[in-house]
């Protein structure tokens, strides 16, 4: 079963560094979106990938975060200058179309210390 | 502005005894109402997605519905192992990217 993984699922760092964050979705979705989730509340939606594309970004996604996704295959979310509000589980999903559903990886969990 | 909210945000059962987790929603176009479970540290487990009021989905010991302006997630003779935090989810009529609006969840701890 070839789901969504996640790469790191643990990261720890100091304020200020750059952390960047892989996922691998279904091989054949191409739709691809990015969500953070703090603890006690519901995931919140950054930013969504149509193939390669990116065509919606969230308010959240501050100048600090950069999200690509070469190819229309796996992507990347990077934030720089991290800050201690960053910490949070970084959630992806997948979806073969719109209004299909998302199948999301295990998170990758940052802390900014 | 767009909303999903849960109740209750906690819930603590004993094993066998029934219950409903409630999700209402705001968004005038529903284009599916989307159930998951999520276990600590972990990312969302996909369990339902309802389209049209009326309509009714099973598995195992629970059971989704929808009205046209909240979901329920019914708990039939719970078990121990039925743990973990409930969300549900819509897509904002804003936005036809497919993007979910979450709750912020129900926990549910079911004891022995």
């Known amino acids: 079963d070839t789901g969504v993984s996640q790469d790191p699922r643990h990261k720890i760092t100091k304020r200020g560094q750059n952390v960047t964050f892989r996922c691998d979705p279904i091989?054949?979705?191409?739709?691809l979106y990015w969500y953070r989730q703090t603890l006690g509340q519901g995931p919140e939606f950054l930013t969504y990938?149509?193939?390669?594309?990116?065509?919606?970004k969230s308010r959240l996604l501050s100048d600090r975060f950069s999200a690509e996704r070469p190819k229309g295959s796996f992507s990347t979310l990077e934030i720089q200058r991290t800050e201690q509000g960053d910490s949070a589980m970084y959630l992806c999903?997948?979806?073969?179309?719109?209004?299909?559903?998302?199948?999301f990886g295990p998170g990758t969990r940052l802390l900014v210390l | 502005e767009d909303q999903v909210t849960q109740s209750p945000e906690a819930l603590r059962l004993q094993e066998g005894e029934s219950s409903s987790l409630n999700c209402s929603y705001t968004?005038?176009?529903?284009?599916?109402l989307f159930w998951y479970r999520q276990d600590p540290g972990k990312g969302p487990e996909f369990l339902f997605t309802?389209?049209?009021a009326g309509e009714e989905k099973e598995k195992e010991r629970l059971k989704a519905t929808l009205t046209k302006k909240e979901s329920f997630l019914h708990i039939t003779a719970p078990k121990p192992e039925d743990s973990a935090t409930y969300l549900c989810?819509?897509?904002?009529?804003?936005?036809?990217?497919?993007?979910?609006?979450f709750g912020q969840g129900t926990t549910l701890q079911v004891k022995p």
């Open positions: 989810a819509v897509p904002p009529d804003s936005s036809n990217t497919g993007k979910l609006i």
């Open positions: 990938f149509q193939n390669e594309a990116q065509l919606e």
């Open positions: 091989s054949e979705h191409n739709r």
């Open positions: 999903a997948s979806s073969l179309d719109q209004g299909e559903t998302q199948y």
């Open positions: 968004v005038s176009g529903l284009r599916g």
């Open positions: 309802l389209y049209s």
